[in-house]
């Protein structure tokens, strides 16, 4: 009903033109490209698979998101996340701007690594440094230093060593240590010896827990002194290097949203390599396939008209391959999503969207009445979409909540929910006013919950009914006339009757009676043997039980909304103790604001996941169709931007 | 004071009342409590793998949480019609028992349920990392679950409104 007819496409173009048709489709955007018909079909055509240019393509495409993310740290200009993403034309970016990208992608990969050394060189002189800084008052070699006969080294001890132990155990071998510093954890040593004796020295010197000084200073280099000012020097630059550096990355982060659109090019280029590769090539041609709905075949034509390709357009039929595409008028557009969360409907089957989005509308309302909560999530919702103008998917589902807020608001003014009980609690705790009156236009829920619930499964009883109906629609409109009398009519029949009972009885009861009699007749009339032909009629009306528990399903309505209602009086009551005074006004709207967002943020979440719960399992469950696949054109990909 | 006049203090009107709102809040409390762990444990497995899909993992971890919540209107529902909050009523032993026992349905099936919703909700985060895509599949079959605990909740709420 509300699913666009689809035709199958195909089209042959030479194969130098294979790239400029796929990218044209891709601006088209209304051509969904299945793999063409190979050789595996024995047709002559070979599949047009490219893995070089493919993995070319992600290649850079993962060196531009590499390079996006070094400079993203440079940016200085943060953008909000609430803002929306530019709009670019595709055909604006030219060549000289996807050279000019990749030129900055290089260096800014580049800079990137160079910035990664500078900072490691820099950290290793400055270590150097501060293990050099002990040994600057020494005019000696350090660690090492050799004469022709002897041998020092220099290093530290602990300063907790027992020296006179240190003194014996060396005393045998020709060598002696001079203490040149001490601090409170360590004393500085050098230690010279005969060479023939300094292994052994070293040895003891070791096993005392002797460390090394851990840097290197000759004498031609001025010793530590001389070679810490050398260091310092070093630093010095390697400091203006890496400012150097950084200041080059922060001017190249001015292209950084460049870069982001580059990105989007890559990725757009990646979609429209993924359609070729689905193309079929021979010597000299390409067929393209796909899927076009019937809106924009004159747009297609057109397009290849110009190019002068052959094509051929040919109607799906009832060809379960072919796509879905919804069509539905502008507010139940806003519903599609939910249909789509539970499973596309099979190709040619009923479109429910439209009578479902009514009743999602109502039964949202209902479990949500909140005039407060519908005014607060319609205007986050409107808020969000004019700010951050999504698209697709996300843009209905957030007109979809605004559109709901709406149904809450409505409901909210019928059953008297704003912000919960806030206005009356505010009249009691601060006006003392006893006995504050009740804005329900018909009634309030918390006091009177037996109308509610009334209400409740009321709505799901006609919800119920319109789910047989659409059924029998389907049935009839497919010719399978009796079915749909026997096997739908007789319960509508059969639950109209029990719905008039509740107003004129006889009429009402007539009318069941007719509905059972069409149930117990039709009923078995798939068996050939009269005895069992009775026996299921009669045993068909056991299907009450379910039909039954699918309207009770419905008193989740009274439950939800209930408990909305009590939580977000619990956090009236809560901030209106203090009563009126400055600090309890206070008080009272910290309270208000905490509570009352957590109560609707949960109960946002209750009354989205049971609404759609109800649409799934009781109203789809009666005729619904499922294992459709969504339409999926080939279209610009992007992340950063949008492609116009 | 004898061991009889003891009991008759304990177990007065007031306190039977009191003793339902405190077991619908408690069982369906750890109901909930249980259920959100586990899919905690699993969640924070994906998490993992692939923090950005925190959204989703959060929206099937929240679900078990219900349970907690309507053994927490219950329990306020109780203490609102005996006057804790406001004037105190007087309540006959009898009528307190009848508010115990309607706090009953949602402390018993909030207990079982929110266990129950927190073993398909764990069981839905492997959907989530497998096919992201499907995961609101996921959520429908754990919001069955919970399918009961409403049914509980209507009727002890039912049952302490038309007191």
Known sequence: MAISKMYRFSAVTLRSGAESLSAGLQRLRCVDIVTAPTSENDCGFAPNRCPEKTSALSAEASRASAAEAFLAGYVTKKKSFLSAPDEIALDSLTDSFRRRCAKTVSRALELQSEVKAEAAQLQSLKNELAALAPWEDFRHEVPESRTCSTASVSGTLSAKINTAELGSALTELACVIEELKRTDSEVFIRMTAYKDDFSKALSVLNSFGFIMCPCKATAAEGFAEGKMRRTEALIKKAEDKLTALNEEAKALAERHGDTELYIDLLMTEAAKREAEDSFAVSERTVVVTGWVPAEDIDRVSKFLDERGDAYSFEDAGCDPEAPIKFKNGAFAAQFEPVVELYSPPAYGSFDPTSIMSFFYFIIFGLMLADVGYGLLLSVICFAALKLMRPEGNMKKMLTMFGICGISCIVMGVLFGGYFSDAPQIIMENWFGIEDPPDFALLFNPLTSPIPFLAVSLGVGAVHLITALSIKFYVLWKRGKKLDAICDQGSWIVLFLGIGLFLIIKEAGLVLTAIGVLMLICTQGRHEKNIILKVFKGVASLYDIVSYFSDLLSYSRILALGLASMVVGSVFNILGGLPGLSVIGIIVFFVIFTIGHLLNMAVNLLGTFVHTSRLQYIEFFGKFYEDGGRMFAPLTPRSKYVRFK | ?163
């Open chain 2, 1 to 163: 004071m004898t061991f009889s006049q003891i009991l008759a203090e304990i177990f007065s009107g007031q306190n039977l009342a009191i003793l339902g709102a405190a077991l619908a809040a408690t069982l369906a409390g750890i109901g909930s409590a249980k259920g959100v762990g586990i899919v905690g444990e699993a969640s924070s497995a994906l998490l993992q793998e692939d923090p950005s899909k925190f959204g989703k993992a959060l929206l099937l971890q929240a679900l078990p949480g219900t349970q907690g919540i309507y053994g927490l209107v219950t329990a306020f529902l109780i203490l609102f019609k005996i006057g804790v909050l406001g004037t105190p009523i007087e309540l006959t032993i009898a009528e307190g028992a009848y508010f115990l026992m309607a706090s009953l349905p949602i402390a018993i099936v909030g207990l079982f349920s929110g266990i129950a919703q927190g073993r398909v909700a764990a069981a839905g985060i492997s959907l989530v990392a497998k096919r992201p895509g499907e995961s609101f599949k996921a959520v429908t079959s754990a919001a069955l679950v919970e399918t009961y605990a409403i049914f509980a909740l209507l009727v002890s709420l039912l049952a302490i409104l038309l007191f």
